[in-house]
């Protein structure tokens, strides 16, 4: 089955710095990989996604970039804001006898010094 | 999301008794999920749903039990067969090959 690492476990930067954030997964068949933010005790958000079709995608001061040959996907923060503290997972959609779900990482904590 | 409602926010459970967690959501969404996160840790599949009257076992189905009659709910029932139930329960929707939305989920204790 779909494997997904992410890496690293935690992430401390200042504010200002940039954080990246990878992802490798095993089945090259998957083609959908999102991003979530979980705060403190709520739900996780998504925050960017891309599909297989494109090699990069930028919302702002977050990007997603994904290189299908070597099965990795990475998450860039610039700029980084205490507010950008939470803990990030990646995910790669995966199929499996007919039905598709959602492997998910285990995590990264980001944390953001003033 | 505002789509997803789950309830109750916060749940205590006597030993030897099942509970029933809620998940309803009004996005037309085909599929729905239910996660496990212990503290500290990362999202654990205990059983999702692609269409009504199917589902299908996660990683960690065992203790739990589930049920697909409609297609805006999927509740989630964790049985006394569930040794260690405490821990956040998300409950999420997607359709067939979108990102999945959260609800805002449900703590379950023991009493």
């Known amino acids: 089955g779909e494997n997904v690492e992410q890496h690293p476990s935690t992430l401390s930067v200042q504010e200002g710095d940039s954080a990246v954030i990878k992802c490798t997964y095993s089945d090259s068949a998957s083609n959908y990989f999102p991003w979530y933010k979980q705060e403190l005790g709520k739900r996780p958000q998504l925050i960017i996604d891309i599909r297989s079709n494109v090699g990069e995608k930028k919302d702002q001061r977050i990007a997603v970039t994904l290189n299908k040959t070597a099965k990795h996907f990475s998450l860039h923060i610039t700029e980084t804001q205490p507010e950008d503290s939470a803990v990030y997972f990646c995910a790669v959609l995966t199929y499996s006898g007919g039905y598709n779900k959602l492997i998910f990482g285990a995590g990264t904590r980001l944390a953001v010094h003033p | ?111």
């Open chain 2, 1 to 111: 999301d505002g789509g997803i409602t789950q309830s109750p926010k916060y749940l205590f459970r006597k030993e030897g008794q099942n509970v029933t967690l809620s998940c309803e959501q009004n996005l037309n969404h085909d599929a729905m999920y239910w996660y496990r996160q212990d503290p500290g840790q990362g999202l654990r599949l205990i059983y999702y749903s692609q269409i009504v009257n199917d589902f299908q076992k996660g990683d960690i189905a065992e203790g739990y039990s589930v049920s697909r009659e409609k297609k805006e709910s999927f509740p989630l029932t964790v049985t006394s067969a569930q040794k260690n139930p405490t821990a956040f329960y998300l409950c999420a929707s997607s359709f067939k090959e979108g990102p999945q939305h959260f609800g805002d989920g449900t703590r379950l204790s023991i009493l």
